[in-house]
């Protein structure tokens, strides 16, 4: 102690280090916060706190000012020192630096940093970056935080009483060399792994594509032809109309294959050629039909949600995750307190959001429940399966439709016209089965594969 005492402190030494290392307190090895005595025209360099990262300061960003106009104020360093964040966010994201390449080798910068310097030198600043970055420290310092909430901060007390494991210097540098080592290694892996992502991403991409142009699965001779399949649809709806269940839409149309082979498009009884408009080629047993013929595209149930029970399932754009689909939470009206006015959905109904088409949010409900008007229930009746129809409004070929057709720049939608009006690859009814499994079955073998990578 300063006045001569010894005290034991063996029941603070926090584990065991080898023979020829030794503790000793950060504060009795380093200068704390020193001051520089400079000449007032000498030129410098000023780091504010925006310009500190994970371990440096943006050398391409350093300000140069002269030290008159940086003594006072701000924080002092020389080249090497290590500066320690104070605040408690940048503390706890280990936002603390080595200051290098200094403008003559001193700067001046954030009082939202603790300077730490090794006296004579005799101390890697690398090695103490390296150690206050460590968990300990962080948890320790965390816990000895003091200020008002939302402004509190590490003191200078903590630092200088913490406990360093000190080895010589050269086996600082050894360490100081094997921890760049190792952090290289960790980065080459988590670049691997983000590419690796990236592949299973367009890995999927591909898997759609194929799967509808028919190039997925093999085509069945025996399967009903999707002609059939759109007779079918069209009796239906005719029938929904009669019985005055739906009302006939006044644009209504519908496309067919003419005996030369070609799509043709009948709209109240002329016919127009649109073998042009046909995206791509499909299958023989397949045909190109628009969405509004195989679903009521943009008809929907508008529900207030003041009469809904609070157990009832509320749907939000925000619960679904981009890109998958896959459904994040389940929220009841008693949590959600909404008062908007929302759509009714059905168990097994197709869930498209209209708002942002981009994000790609398509899900099939597994219950009954209510949606923001921003997302859509499609019934496709039974005759289209709606895993074959969620996998084609997720492929890319849909996406690019929907983004080129979307108005609007802050809040882009796709409009019930052209929703209506998009084209849709429609395979026999067996078929599309067939395309859903194995698409499910594919990428549930690349979701093992990104799982992994976590």
């Known amino acids: ?266 709209k109240g009884g002329k016919r127009l050629c649109v073998e042009e408009m046909i995206p791509f080629d499909l299958p023989q047993q397949w045909l190109w039909c628009q969405l509004g013929e195989i679903c009521d595209y943009g008809n929907c149930n508008n529900t207030d949600t003041a009469t809904l029970p609070d157990d009832a399932w509320i749907l939000d754009l925000e619960d679904i995750e981009k890109d998958t689909g896959k459904l994040l939470q389940r929220i009841t009206v008693a949590k959600r307190k909404s008062n908007s006015t929302k759509h009714a959905f059905y168990n097994g109904q197709l869930l498209y959001s209209k708002l942002r088409p981009y994000l790609n949010k398509v899900l099939i409900a597994d219950d009954d429940g209510y949606c923001t008007s921003e997302i859509l229930p499609l019934e496709f009746a039974n005759i289209i399966f709606p895993p074959y129809a969620r996998h084609v409004l997720m492929s890319t070929y849909f996406l690019g439709y929907a983004n080129q057709c979307s108005y609007g720049v802050k809040m882009p939608r796709l409009g019930t016209n052209d929703g209506k009006r998009a084209w849709i690859p429609l395979p026999p009814l067996s078929e599309q089965h067939r395309i859903a499994a194995a698409v499910d079955a594919a990428f549930a073998q690349l979701d093992t594969i990104a799982d992994a990578l976590v």
């Open 1 to 266: 102690m300063s006045d001569g005492t010894v005290k034991c402190i063996e029941e603070e030494i926090p584990f065991e280090i080898p023979e020829n290392w030794c503790w000793a307190r950060i504060g009795t090895v380093c200068i704390l916060n020193p001051r520089n005595e400079l000449t007032d025209d000498m030129e410098v360099s000023f780091i504010p706190m925006t310009l500190v990262s994970d371990g440096f300061a943006n050398n391409h960003k350093k300000e140069i000012r002269k030290w008159q106009s940086v003594k006072s104020g701000f924080t002092h360093f020389q080249e090497n020192d290590v500066g320690i964040a104070k605040i408690t966010p940048c503390f706890e994201n280990r936002k603390s630096v080595v200051l290098c390449n200094l403008k003559n080798g001193v700067g001046a910068g954030s009082t939202e940093l603790h300077i730490v310097r090794s006296i004579g030198g005799h101390i890697s600043s690398y090695y103490l970056l390296w150690f206050v970055k460590t968990e300990n420290f962080i948890i320790n310092g965390v816990r000895a935080f003091s200020g008002a909430v939302g402004q509190q901060r590490v003191g200078k007390d903590y630092i200088a009483t913490t406990l360093l494991p000190l080895p010589p210097f050269a086996e600082q540098l050894r360490i100081v060399t094997a921890i760049g080592d190792a952090f290289e290694y960790i980065t080459a892996i988590e670049d691997n792994k983000y590419s690796l992502k990236s592949i299973i991403s367009q890995a999927k991409s591909k898997i759609l594509d194929l799967a509808i142009r028919g190039k997925l699965v093999p085509q069945d001779p025996a399967d009903e032809s999707a002609s059939v399949l759109l007779e079918r649809i069209r009796a239906e709806k005719e029938q929904l109309i009669k019985a005055g269940k739906i009302k006939r839409d006044k644009n209504e149309s519908y496309i067919f294959r003419g005996d030369d082979k070609s799509y043709y498009q009948d």
